[in-house]
């Protein structure tokens, strides 16, 4: 799944509310606020004197670390992660924060949001820096192990991109297993080290309140956890019976392409390492209209037609295969005030990173066109899951048969004759997704509630219930730690599906309000700079400036709802 890359003073940078007390509701004398406005901005200045530079190092280093694989660089990432990590976590600094929020003098409507925003980061690292860094140091060491491993069958070291080719094409059952059983071992490599690195998180989050760290991540980002469980419930209860129908017929078409029956389908027959994409069961191939298409190019030409340059940021990105390099994708955001903005991409000619492509670049758009004008606190995406929500919408274009014809040049004739297929595929891929992304809710919510379980057993039994997958017989193995962002981005997942949720209810926006489509009318994209307008104003300047589920109110008219979703791929 590609995803924004979220370092940790991003996880940490939140908008939830929190009420003050001190003289707030007091009538405050003007002299006082001046004052003490004059104050804290003076505070904040010298803070982010020390943060800004250390920020931006440590976002460097990262993105270096991930294309080299060098442990030189990993080490040089995880230091200034360190460095970071001892200046929010200063008690005087929240000291001085802390006294700012309770005076209740800070009205100026920007400052008193920078204020909220900058109070509960510190508040997020108020533990012992040597357990901070301790965890750093170990994140960083997981995340080298899974850059520098690769599956091997045979003598052939294969990579994620390799594995995922072979697991697609391959219809012999003995290979398909190798492959899959391979490419899982570095669960065992790494298993150890994230339960070890969860209990270190779980204890960090106990010493601040909180019950685990699944539920202060989520609270900290202003979700609210039992609000956040009954949305997955409700969404499990949507999504069920149409995956169910869907995954009979494609079970039935799965077997007969292995020659096997049915009742025989294994997990390595759906071809993904976690049947967290659609297999191809519908007429179409899409990856053949991009086999002999410039990947890189088609993305920045659709993205200049919006309006919407990314040449700048292409210019930077790491986009294509190394050795030990970090074989996923996420856009980084090195410097707020520079726009110093990368992708890094493993691209291939194919549907998947055509998609790829459009999705890391949609993240990266959005932190382009932050207003500068913003406190530099509170100039970042208004949520991690509304920056999801515009990749994900952006992505879903890669599939679209209308989109193909205007972009990449499919004749007419070829886009009425996929069009039905491609819809079908989408349709498919949403539900299939829908059910692997309560697997990793659940599996996270899970083992920070109780990681001495048996979590090799958690973790099939979600898999049987939401995916309908069949567990490999006498399996025991940490299959879990095998999927990169249980350890390297925690409590992160559901963020996805709230992204999806919003990618439909803006493209319905965009329809309705923008292009002003009518009844039954295929709307495009494509040279619509009225599009990408839209998207600067309503979504991307405002940043973090409000609560995000009040940004998706003044973006679209309604606060957050499953609704869209549901009438584009459900119902």
Request: with cysteine.
């Given at each position: 799944?590609?995803?924004?890359?979220?370092?940790?003073?991003?996880?940490?940078?939140?908008?939830?509310?929190?009420?003050?007390?001190?003289?707030?509701?007091?009538?405050?004398?003007?002299?006082?606020?001046?004052?003490?406005?004059?104050?804290?901005?003076?505070?904040?200045?010298?803070?982010?004197?020390?943060?800004?530079?250390?920020?931006?190092?440590?976002?460097?280093?990262?993105?270096?670390?991930?294309?080299?694989?060098?442990?030189?660089?990993?080490?040089?990432?995880?230091?200034?992660?360190?460095?970071?990590?001892?200046?929010?976590?200063?008690?005087?600094?929240?000291?001085?924060?802390?006294?700012?929020?309770?005076?209740?003098?800070?009205?100026?409507?920007?400052?008193?949001?920078?204020?909220?925003?900058?109070?509960?980061?510190?508040?997020?690292?108020?533990?012992?820096?040597?357990?901070?860094?301790?965890?750093?140091?170990?994140?960083?060491?997981?995340?080298?192990?899974?850059?520098?491993?690769?599956?091997?069958?045979?003598?052939?070291?294969?990579?994620?991109?390799?594995?995922?080719?072979?697991?697609?094409?391959?219809?012999?059952?003995?290979?398909?297993?190798?492959?899959?059983?391979?490419?899982?071992?570095?669960?065992?490599?790494?298993?150890?080290?994230?339960?070890?690195?969860?209990?270190?998180?779980?204890?960090?989050?106990?010493?601040?309140?909180?019950?685990?760290?699944?539920?202060?991540?989520?609270?900290?980002?202003?979700?609210?956890?039992?609000?956040?469980?009954?949305?997955?419930?409700?969404?499990?209860?949507?999504?069920?019976?149409?995956?169910?129908?869907?995954?009979?017929?494609?079970?039935?078409?799965?077997?007969?392409?292995?020659?096997?029956?049915?009742?025989?389908?294994?997990?390595?027959?759906?071809?993904?390492?976690?049947?967290?994409?659609?297999?191809?069961?519908?007429?179409?191939?899409?990856?053949?209209?991009?086999?002999?298409?410039?990947?890189?190019?088609?993305?920045?030409?659709?993205?200049?037609?919006?309006?919407?340059?990314?040449?700048?940021?292409?210019?930077?990105?790491?986009?294509?295969?190394?050795?030990?390099?970090?074989?996923?994708?996420?856009?980084?955001?090195?410097?707020?005030?520079?726009?110093?903005?990368?992708?890094?991409?493993?691209?291939?000619?194919?549907?998947?990173?055509?998609?790829?492509?459009?999705?890391?670049?949609?993240?990266?758009?959005?932190?382009?066109?932050?207003?500068?004008?913003?406190?530099?606190?509170?100039?970042?995406?208004a949520h991690t899951f509304t920056t999801e929500a515009i990749a994900m919408m952006f992505?879903?274009?890669?599939?679209?048969?209308?989109?193909?014809?205007?972009?990449?040049?499919?004749?007419?004739?070829?886009?009425?004759?996929?069009?039905?297929?491609?819809?079908?595929?989408?349709?498919?891929?949403?539900?299939?997704?829908?059910?692997?992304?309560?697997?990793?809710?659940?599996?996270?919510?899970?083992?920070?509630?109780?990681?001495?379980?048996?979590?090799?057993?958690?973790?099939?039994?979600?898999?049987?219930?939401?995916?309908?997958?069949?567990?490999?017989?006498?399996?025991?193995?940490?299959?879990?730690?095998?999927?990169?962002?249980?350890?390297?981005?925690?409590?992160?997942?559901?963020?996805?599906?709230?992204?999806?949720?919003?990618?439909?209810?803006?493209?319905?926006?965009?329809?309705?309000?923008?292009?002003?489509?009518?009844?039954?009318?295929?709307?495009?994209?494509?040279?619509?700079?009225?599009?990408?307008?839209?998207?600067?104003?309503?979504?991307?300047?405002?940043?973090?400036?409000?609560?995000?589920?009040?940004?998706?109110?003044?973006?679209?008219?309604?606060?957050?709802?499953?609704?869209?979703?549901?009438?584009?791929?459900?119902?």
């Amino acid at each position: 799944m590609k995803r924004s890359m979220l370092l940790i003073f991003s996880i940490f940078i939140i908008v939830v509310l929190i009420s003050g007390c001190g003289k707030q509701g007091e009538t405050a004398n003007m002299e006082e606020v001046k004052k003490m406005e004059a104050e804290y901005s003076k505070f904040i200045d010298s803070l982010l004197k020390v943060v800004k530079p250390t920020y931006k190092n440590m976002s460097l280093a990262y993105f270096e670390a991930s294309v080299s694989g060098e442990p030189a660089d990993w080490d040089k990432s995880a230091k200034y992660e360190m460095e970071l990590n001892s200046i929010l976590s200063n008690k005087e600094n929240f000291a001085k924060i802390k006294k700012f929020k309770e005076s209740g003098l800070i009205q100026d409507e920007l400052k008193a949001r920078e204020l909220q925003v900058t109070y509960n980061t510190l508040l997020g690292m108020q533990i012992d820096t040597s357990k901070l860094n301790a965890m750093t140091k170990l994140q960083t060491e997981i995340a080298q192990k899974y850059n520098n491993f690769r599956a091997k069958v045979g003598k052939k070291e294969m990579t994620d991109n390799d594995v995922e080719d072979a697991l697609k094409t391959s219809k012999d059952s003995k290979f398909l297993e190798q492959v899959w059983t391979e490419q899982k071992k570095i669960g065992p490599i790494v298993a150890q080290d994230i339960i070890r690195l969860v209990k270190m998180r779980n204890d960090a989050a106990k010493e601040l309140g909180f019950k685990n760290y699944h539920e202060m991540s989520l609270r900290l980002s202003e979700q609210n956890p039992d609000d956040i469980s009954k949305l997955f419930d409700e969404l499990d209860v949507l999504t069920k019976d149409a995956f169910k129908q869907e995954k009979q017929k494609m079970d039935l078409i799965l077997a007969v392409g292995c020659n096997i029956k049915p009742e025989d389908l294994m997990p390595w027959h759906y071809q993904n390492r976690f049947f967290q994409e659609a297999p191809k069961i519908y007429d179409v191939d899409l990856d053949t209209y991009y086999t002999n298409i410039d990947i890189a190019k088609t993305g920045q030409e659709f993205y200049q037609g919006l309006n919407l340059p990314i040449n700048d940021m292409a210019a930077k990105s790491d986009l294509y295969e190394k050795p030990k390099k970090n074989q996923h994708a996420y856009c980084i955001d090195i410097d707020r005030d520079a726009k110093d903005i990368r992708v890094l991409c493993n691209i291939k000619p194919n549907s998947r990173w055509m998609e790829t492509m459009l999705h890391e670049f949609g993240h990266a758009l959005y932190e382009k066109y932050l207003d500068n004008n913003l406190p530099w606190i509170i100039k970042q995406p208004a949520h991690t899951f509304t920056t999801e929500a515009i990749a994900m919408m952006f992505g879903r274009l890669a599939t679209d048969p209308q989109w193909m014809q205007e972009v990449i040049k499919i004749n007419p004739e070829e886009k009425t004759k996929i069009a039905d297929a491609c819809f079908k595929t989408l349709r498919l891929q949403q539900l299939v997704f829908s059910r692997w992304s309560q697997v990793m809710y659940r599996f996270e919510k899970s083992m920070y509630e109780n990681p001495d379980q048996d979590l090799n057993k958690l973790w099939w039994d979600l898999v049987e219930k939401y995916q309908m997958l069949k567990k490999p017989a006498d399996r025991n193995q940490p299959d879990w730690a095998s999927k990169i962002h249980i350890a390297t981005s925690p409590c992160y997942y559901h963020n996805y599906h709230l992204g999806e949720l919003l990618a439909s209810q803006l493209y319905y926006t965009i329809e309705n309000k923008v292009l002003k489509a009518k009844d039954n009318e295929k709307i495009s994209f494509v040279g619509k700079p009225d599009v990408g307008k839209f998207l600067v104003d309503n979504v991307f300047k405002p940043g973090s400036r409000y609560p995000w589920n009040t940004m998706i109110e003044k973006a679209t008219g309604e606060k957050l709802t499953a609704n869209y979703y549901a009438k584009q791929f459900v119902k």
